[in-house]
């Protein structure tokens, strides 16, 4: 039986299902009869996927039938723009000025508000009078008010004293106040009738407008500094070439040798607390002290407080200088026709010693420069320090050029002991192990251990591979020496328990090779610091010795010295060949 569905696609899937209608003959068979509906129910269609795209509805609104993008229906104004023509939601109109600027036009977004080069300008109404004051006030006194308002704009805090045309309006005192006053000038009278009638009429009762005042000495000129310090270096050159002549002497450059309570210019200030008890590396350099006209070879911090440190020069001269305040020179000693190689304190800083190159031992009162004690025995001395026992004061170790250590007694000037066994010169002593016992190092490149007061050697410390140590110093707790070895390297030594070489605390990267610079600790042992032969200063950690932590340029020449401060934490002083001390923080 032909098929009757007229649409192609109708009559295929007519054909697959077998249910086509047929002709109207065979009405029996139609869909719609109760056969045919049985066979349609009885089949298990496949669900075919959707042929149509997929579309996303998220932000797009139904507009005349059609899905169109919300931002489509919302309108944009021009931010310039005067009046609206229609009416506009909410949302629209407390929408945010958008849009592309052009960065470099005038006008647009990139200029925002301003109307002027420098801001946003109003305009105001002034009085010519007006604006003038405001106007000089400000470039005078710092402040001025602010237009259209009672505000006040730049320094505020000098408002109270007025204006450039006038100053400012007194305020008058309230009853209170007045009443205060009287009583206050009241009980005045009384307390300066009282002194009169106890006869002391000169007591001052007001303090008067000029109490705060300090005179000012007017600054001199650069021509007058020059003169001045040209007189002062020929005077002390003339007074060096007569210390053989009439002997050692000194000047003092301080304004007095007390202050107005009587203390003396050593005292050192009350006020003064140490920093902190960890010491840090300087960072820059904050001062030099120039008077030497040769080369500094050794600098002291004073102990104790540090105020004063003290400085000895190859051109004879020892000078004092402020450590703390004005960092001026206070006191110049003139005893050694020759440079000066060593100098110490004693414990309380109340004298010191000097070893020059003129075969003179000077023992110097620090206060008024006087000499106490003068030991020439016709020998070169290398070092001079004395016993570290308060008790033992008097008592110096000096090296000599002739292989030997001197034990001197300054009370009595003579020769206690001698102890001989080094073969070369002896360059430094120290003393270890609570002061029992003492180290010394010579040029014969070896270290000897012996017993205060017993000539022998009670430890010899030699290797071939070993070089001359000339500067020694032992760290603040006691357990350990460093000694500046000639082959450009710090080499350690513990001392506490038995006298032994720490080869883990070998400290290397500068250069010293024929120059005896000296070696330091930090105050907290932190640090290890040394100077060089191109006038750099190192630091060192000392937990860490393989790591140069540090390396300042110092000076030009040598840097021979460093010491650091023992109150301020973080201040060194470097000297060298230069002429020159300089202050790092």
């Given at each position: ?86 009416n506009l939601p909410y949302k629209d109109m407390s929408a945010v000025v958008v849009g592309p600027a052009h960065p470099f036009q005038k ?175 300087p960072k820059r350099w904050i001062h030099t002290w120039s008077g030497h006209t040769k080369g500094v070879n050794a600098i002291r911090f ?165 070089h001359s140590m000339p500067s020694v110093t032992p760290n603040p707790a006691g357990t350990a020496i460093i000694c500046q070895s000639l ?99």
């Amino acid at each position: 039986m032909p098929c009757t569905c007229s649409n192609l696609h109708s009559y295929n899937f007519c054909c697959a299902l077998n249910i086509c209608r047929g002709s109207d003959d065979d009405a029996e068979e139609r869909p719609g009869s109760p056969s045919a509906d049985a066979e349609l129910f009885k089949l298990s269609l496949p669900v075919l996927p959707s042929a149509a795209p997929h579309v996303d509805t998220a932000g797009r609104v139904l507009l005349e039938g059609k899905a169109v993008a919300e931002a489509e229906t919302r309108h944009y104004l021009d931010p310039k723009a005067r009046s609206v023509q229609y009416n506009l939601p909410y949302k629209d109109m407390s929408a945010v000025v958008v849009g592309p600027a052009h960065p470099f036009q005038k006008d647009g977004l990139a200029a925002g508000l301003k109307n002027h080069r420098a801001g946003h300008v109003e305009d105001t109404h002034l009085q010519s009078y007006a604006f003038d004051e405001q106007y000089n006030t400000y470039h005078s006194m710092g402040y001025a008010a602010a237009p259209g308002s009672q505000a006040l704009v730049g320094k505020t805090g000098a408002a109270e004293a007025g204006t450039v045309y006038g100053s400012a309006a007194k305020r008058r005192k309230t009853a209170e106040e007045k009443a205060a006053a009287g009583e206050r000038k009241q009980r005045l009278q009384q307390e300066a009738a009282q002194q009169l009638a106890a006869g002391q009429p000169f007591t001052l009762t007001n303090r008067l407008p000029w109490a705060e005042k300090q005179a000012q000495a007017p600054e001199l000129t650069e021509e007058q500094r020059e003169y001045l310090a040209k007189a002062s270096a020929e005077k002390e050159v003339a007074a060096a070439e007569d210390v053989e002549a009439r002997g050692p002497t000194s000047f003092f450059h301080g304004k007095a040798d007390k202050d107005y309570q009587g203390r003396s210019w050593l005292a050192p200030p009350r006020d003064k607390k140490k920093e902190s008890d960890a010491c840090f590396l300087p960072k820059r350099w904050i001062h030099t002290w120039s008077g030497h006209t040769k080369g500094v070879n050794a600098i002291r911090f004073i102990p104790g407080m540090g105020q004063l440190m003290l400085s000895a020069g190859l051109d004879g001269r020892v000078k004092i200088w402020d450590a703390l305040g004005s960092y001026k020179c206070m006191r110049t000693y003139l005893g050694h026709s020759k440079g000066v190689k060593d100098i110490n304190f004693t414990n309380d800083g109340a004298k010191f010693v000097s070893v020059g190159y003129d075969k003179n031992i000077r023992l110097w009162d620090t206060e008024t420069g006087q000499v106490i004690t003068t030991l020439n025995t016709g020998k070169l001395y290398f070092c001079g320090v004395f016993h570290p026992e308060a008790d033992k004061q008097n008592v110096l170790m000096a090296g000599c050029a002739d292989k030997k250590i001197y034990q001197f007694d300054f009370n009595t000037g003579d020769v206690e002991q001698e102890y001989n066994y080094h073969l070369g010169a002896v360059n430094t002593v120290t003393f270890i192990d609570e002061n029992r016992r003492f180290v010394s190092s010579s040029d014969d490149k070896s270290l000897r251990v012996w017993e205060f007061g017993i000539p022998v050697q009670i430890k010899y410390v030699a290797d071939p591979s070993m070089h001359s140590m000339p500067s020694v110093t032992p760290n603040p707790a006691g357990t350990a020496i460093i000694c500046q070895s000639l082959d450009n390297q710090i080499v350690t030594y513990m001392t506490k328990d038995r006298f032994k070489q720490n080869r883990k605390k070998t400290f290397k990267g500068h250069n010293t090779a024929g120059y005896a610079c000296q070696v330091n600790f930090s105050p907290d042992s932190k640090y290890v610091m040394s100077g060089d032969s191109e006038g750099r200063a190192f630091f060192w950690e000392w937990a860490q010795p393989y790591k140069v932590v540090r390396t300042v340029k110092a000076h030009e020449g040598v840097c021979i010295g460093v010491a650091w401060h023992p109150m301020e934490s973080s201040k060194v002083a470097t000297c060298g060949w230069d002429g020159l001390i300089k202050y790092w923080d």
